[in-house]
T-cell receptor, first 112, second 114 residues
Framework: AQSVTQLGSHVSVSEGALVLLRCNYS??????LFWYVQYPNQGLQLLLK??????LVKGINGFEAEFKKSETSFHLTKPSAHMSDAAEYFC??????????FGTGTQLKVEL | EPEVTQTPSHQVTQMGQEVILRCVPI?????FYWYRQILGQKVEFLVS????????KSEIFDDQFSVERPDGSNFTLKIRSTKLEDSAMYFC????????????FGPGTRLTVL
């Protein structure tokens, strides 16, 4: 069985500030981990993924995430928030195969 | 850049009616999925499809649901007799190889059951 917990359903940051969105996972096998972003009235767009290899993965739009097996975490960060980053972010886990199991999402608000 | 497309973008139906949601996956992809997102809730897996058969389905995917790949390009989700609680955004996704590639999502179909 697999599951994802995203701490904080709403996160608010100032423009230019660090973005940190938290994700913890549970998986009985080595996980594949993903971050997707959803802009209003749009589908899910992949930001980045971890499958194997380097634990620090870089994605689009300046985002990155680090897989920490000991902490069962895959937190998403961006050094400097931009207004265009305002969206909902979903962490997801896959047990190397089929379905994605998503977290409940974190709504990111960026303020001037 | 290739993308997954879905039609219609919004479907309104009466309770008890049948609906068919359509998806065109990315052309060289072999694995297909349906997910749904009830308003304000998380995205939930419904079903995966490979080699013309269901490879996995969730508890949500009961006998009222079916999927089909009627031709070489379309992938459909049918809900036989819709209920109020079927109201949700339905996302189609496809993948070339889920062991190494991510799933690409379509823009979704918003289904409203009245």
């Amino acid at each position: 069985a697999q599951s994802v917990t995203q701490l904080g359903s709403h996160v608010s940051v100032s423009e230019g500030a660090l973005v940190l969105l938290r994700c913890n996972y549970s998986s009985s096998v080595p996980p594949y981990l993903f971050w997707y972003v959803q802009y209003p009235n749009q589908g899910l767009q992949l930001l980045l993924k971890y499958t194997t290899g380097a634990t620090l993965v870089k994605g689009i739009n300046g985002f990155e995430a680090e897989f920490k097996k000991s902490e069962t975490s895959f937190h998403l960060t961006k050094p400097s928030a931009h207004m265009s980053d305002a969206a909902e972010y979903f962490c997801a886990v896959s047990s190397g195969g089929n379905k994605l199991t998503f977290g409940t999402g974190t709504q990111l608000k960026v303020e001037l | 850049e290739p993308e997954v497309t879905q039609t219609p973008s919004h479907q309104v139906t009466q309770m008890g009616q049948e609906v068919i949601l359509r998806c065109v996956p990315i052309s060289n992809h072999l694995y297909f999925y349906w997910y749904r997102q009830i308003l304000g809730q998380k995205v939930e897996f419904l079903v995966s499809f490979y080699n013309n058969e269901i490879s996995e389905k969730s508890e949500i995917f009961d006998d009222q649901f079916s999927v089909e790949r009627p031709d070489g390009s379309n992938f459909t989700l049918k809900i036989r007799s819709t209920k109020l609680e079927d109201s949700a955004m339905y996302f189609c996704a496809s993948s070339e190889n889920p062991l190494v590639n991510e799933q690409f999502f379509g823009p979704g179909t918003r289904l409203t059951v009245l």
